[in-house]
């Protein structure tokens, strides 16, 4: 799943300081792997803070572990699960995919498809499909 533009605005503050920092790419490894969690940003110069920052390389790479190190060091970091825009973005896919299911199969095959796929029901592929995008407040009152 990737997070564009579309959905940016979803993201907590906290997300979107960490992918300015480090890039979207790395913000969402450390979200899938410690989203909902704190972590104790080390300094990076004792045995233990090396411990932490070799936990962090591992998961976003050295150069970001080294950029959040500079920026929140010291500092316990909440991670958060960003659990509304993954949800937009796994919702915004799935209607993608019906989309492109439904050219070839008649709807009630692609629903039975991404509802496996997905790992849902397929009554709540039918309501995922009803519902629109969740846009940003004010882009979307420039529209108008």
Known sequence: MKLNDGVRHLL???????????GLPAAL?????????????????????????DALAEVVGVDAAGILTRHFGGEVLAIPRCATALREVRDRTLRAEFDALTRDLPAIHAVSQLARRYQMTERWVWVVLKQTDQV?????????
């Open 12 to 22: 907590p503050e906290m997300a979107q300081l960490i992918a300015e920092l480090i």
């Open 29 to 53: 490894r450390l979200i899938d792997a410690w989203g909902g969690t704190t972590f104790p940003v080390s300094k990076n110069k004792r045995r233990g803070g090396q411990i932490r920052f």
């Open 136 to 144: 940003n407040e004010t882009r979307q009152s420039s529209l108008f």
